[in-house]
């Protein structure tokens, strides 16, 4: 069956990107992008980079980031918590979504080495310059968690004689309020740019409240000569978390709380300084970045507060020489990161933690004369863990890992024409578990701590595709498999987690977008993905091409945009996700699947002069719907569920000024 698939859409990605059209992400050799942890004109890369602008950013009505990457292919989006952080997913990984799509910020990692999503709200729209997105791509340069793909995140900064500032005011249902700012002020040689924000809300759910402080400043050096960036920030955030409803309750009291008293407050800082030296025909950068976590909760019956810091350290080399006729580029580099963590539960238990990470990598590229790029790269990296529960004396209360890891990408792309591209790569990635994956504080048999550590999950991953790029005009058909070994995942029914038998991925991933006419343009982007338990048991059950839960096999997203007048413009979105299997049904025996669900959305923005009013429309056709739930273990046709908001509205105000 798959050989079939893999041979009809090999098919299928030859003959669609002559009609696949796109609007939004024309990449020009004036667009940068640092997927190679430099920058470089778009389109260079072997494998190709989604770019989303800020400018698409604000004219798609989203209010988080996450909604906007939900709508590309190859991304799902699940609210498992309650948290205005839902659940990334790139490339069918279900509940361990987070750990396996790694998100940077100006090429730094935000992933934290425990089982929390990515602190999105930490990131303001207004600050982002440009997002980039490399599926299943980047182990060799960035190490661990980029199995699915790494999600680059790059922030606003100040340009040579900027003097502007920009404001946002937003209000709406569920009494929702906020505002954020950036300001930049640059001369020839040096610019400051500062942004802030401040959300408050009491959200869909009884007993969600939300208060999120977000501040930033990055201070650079401009013109020739060596580049200085300091960076920094600090972030707070207040939530209330109202807990999961049954199915029951899904008919009689969706909005109402489970956990009225649970709660989680959060404040993070950063500090991050970057170098980029040109030496002779190359140049010589480096990272040293610096963050710090506290987190103070109630969960239940369990009383919860956590301390983390983390430290990295980056220098690497790009050198681009000529070799018998032909252009090449080597970037060589060394990464050190060291994480520590301290955790306080009432039980009582006193985690505490570190990793330190080394790695040494190499990536080449030769440019040949018939329009070929070949692409080879290695990583070895070093991972050493250690972890202990203070409050226990049993021997295995405690332990530490020490593992050799190595990941590799081959990556060829051929120009066709002008317009039309080819390409394919091979590769491994890894992922070395978190520390809530290693550590259970009520283990059996005897219900007491135990750090049991994990083997690193590894997978052996392929992709092949087509790209047709041209002003007004993108598409991109790929076709991808990936084979995990030792893939890391929680026994629901045991409540430990386990190394899996072997399990596969595969699927394709279709985008095109066109400007139609000065006044339309559209976009479609459409997910085929399939994710399997290859062979094995669990739980005395053979899981042998059963279905890994959360994973939709199909998803699709379309937007229309309509100039109405050369000041006002008009978008909707509709958004498809297909029927999952529940959380903790990896017997596919449950009887029943998560409902397939649409969702509309509508903006509807008018500009006077520097001001720019909007109105939106979430959810129009006030759908019913939740994108995570799982099954009761115990209590047959029982699931729990996070429902999502129904049809709400939103009014924006933007005042933007100064020149850029």
């Not at 606003?156 to 249902?173: F, L, M, W, Y």
């Amino acid at each position: 069956m798959r050989r079939q698939f893999l041979a009809t859409a090999a098919s299928f990605s030859i003959i669609v990107p002559a009609y696949s059209q796109t609007h939004s992400d024309l990449l020009t050799d004036e667009v940068v992008v640092t997927a190679t942890r430099f920058e470089e004109p778009a389109g260079k890369q072997a494998i190709g980079v989604t770019i989303i602008s800020s400018e698409q950013i604000r004219e798609s009505g989203v209010q988080s980031l996450p909604q906007l990457l939900a709508r590309q292919s190859g991304i799902g989006l699940r609210d498992n918590s309650g948290s205005p952080d839902p659940q990334i997913d790139l490339r069918g990984f279900g509940v361990t979504g987070d750990q396996n799509t790694l998100v940077l910020v100006d090429g730094v990692r935000l992933n934290d080495n425990e089982l929390t999503t990515v602190r999105w709200s930490s990131i303001s729209l207004e600050s982002i310059e440009r997002v980039e997105i490399l599926r299943g791509s980047g182990a060799v340069l960035y190490g661990g968690g980029a199995t699915g793909g790494v999600i680059n995140i790059v922030t606003r900064g100040p340009h040579q004689g900027e003097k502007s500032a920009d404001v946002v005011v937003n209000g709406g249902s569920f009494n929702a309020r906020g505002i954020a700012s950036n300001a930049a002020l640059a001369g020839d040689s040096v610019g400051l740019s500062v942004g802030s924000q401040y959300d408050e809300t009491s959200n869909y759910r009884d007993h969600n409240a939300l208060r999120q402080r977000n501040v930033d400043l990055k201070l650079r050096s401009l013109g020739s000569g060596p580049a200085l960036t300091f960076a920094a920030g600090a972030e707070a955030q207040d939530l209330e978390l109202p807990g999961a409803r049954t199915n029951m309750q899904l008919q009689t009291d969706r909005r109402g709380a489970t956990t009225p008293d649970d709660f989680s407050d959060r404040e993070s800082e950063y500090a991050r300084l970057t170098g980029l030296v040109p030496v002779g025909s190359g140049d010589v950068a480096t990272d040293l970045g610096y963050r710090h976590k506290r987190v103070n909760a109630l969960f239940g019956f369990t009383e919860f507060s956590s301390d983390v810091t983390v430290w990295n350290f980056n220098p690497r080399l790009r050198l681009p020489y000529e070799s018998i006729g032909l252009q090449n580029m080597l970037i060589a580099g060394f990464d050190l990161d060291y994480w520590d963590y301290e955790s306080v539960r009432t039980g009582p238990a006193h985690v505490k933690a570190d990793q330190t990470n080394r790695a040494l990598y190499l990536q080449h590229t030769t440019d040949f004369v018939t329009n070929t790029r070949l692409t080879l790269g290695a990583r070895a990296q070093r991972s050493g863990y250690d972890a202990r529960d203070g409050d226990s004396n049993a021997p295995y209360a405690s332990g530490t890992q020490d593992r050799n890891l190595h990941a590799y990408e081959v990556a060829l792309r051929q120009q066709l024409n002008q317009i039309t591209s080819v390409y394919g790569k091979a590769g491994r990635s890894f992922r070395v578990a978190t520390v809530d994956e290693i550590y259970s504080q009520f283990s059996p048999p005897l219900f007491d701590a135990r750090v049991a550590f994990l083997e690193p999950q590894t997978s052996n991953d392929r992709e092949v595709g087509v790209e047709l790029t041209q002003p007004g005009l993108h598409g991109r058909v790929a076709l991808y498999q990936m084979d995990l070994r030792n893939e890391i995942h929680l026994n629901a029914l045991k409540f430990q987690n386990i190394n899996l038998p072997p399990t596969e991925r595969y699927g394709l991933e279709f985008d095109a977008s066109k400007i139609l006419t000065e006044i339309v343009d559209v976009s479609f982007s459409y997910t085929y993905a399939i994710a399997k338990f290859t062979e094995g048991s669990l739980n005395g059950t053979d899981i042998a091409g059963h279905n890994v839960p959360l994973v939709p096999k199909h998803r699709a997203s379309l937007a229309v945009g309509v100039k109405l007048t050369e000041r006002t413009r008009l978008s909707a979105t509709a958004t498809y996700t297909g029927e999952q299997y529940f959380d903790g049904d990896e017997a596919n025996d449950f009887g029943q699947k998560m409902p397939a669900y649409t969702v509309v959305d509508f903006k509807l923005s008018h500009t006077i002069s520097s001001w720019t009013f909007s109105a939106l429309v979430n959810n129009l056709f006030n759908t019913d719907y939740y994108s995570y739930a799982v099954r009761s273990q115990l209590t047959p046709g029982l699931f729990n569920a996070y429902p999502q908001p129904e049809r709400n509205y939103f009014l924006i105000a933007e005042f933007r000024f100064g020149k850029k």
